[in-house]
């Protein structure tokens, strides 16, 4: 199994940063993606940002040009920084890894851009 615990969640205001982490644990043996999606109230879960093993990054179309995200292999965390905020990025968002093909999520973080 594998656990996954996220931090860096809560209300920011609009236009200013925030950055989240998630830490793995458990049975990881080779990591082949780990990544941030996110899921708005009455919307589908979207993709943030996900880094593939070979470094390869995918980035949802909503936050082109606003994050950053690093994946360190070491200490199995992963870590999207999200920059001009804006209130259509409150959602709650979920560290997303997969293992040997298989996904496994976190409990989620909110976060609540406020304006």
């Known amino acids: 199994q594998v656990q996954l615990v996220e931090s860096g969640g809560g209300l920011v205001q609009v236009g200013k940063s925030l950055t989240l982490s998630c830490l793995a644990s458990g049975d990881l043996g080779s990591v082949d993606a780990m990544g941030w999606y996110r899921q708005a109230p009455g919307k589908q879960r979207e993709l943030v940002a996900e880094v593939a093993s070979g470094g390869r990054t995918i980035s949802g179309h909503s936050v082109k040009g606003r994050f950053a995200i690093s994946r360190d292999d070491v200490r199995d965390t992963v870590s999207v920084t999200l920059s001009s905020l804006k209130p259509e990025d409150t959602a709650v968002y979920y560290c997303?890894?997969?293992?040997?093909?298989?996904?496994?999520w976190g409990k989620g973080t909110p976060v609540t851009v406020s304006s």
């Open positions: 997303h890894v997969v293992v040997r093909r298989m996904d496994y």
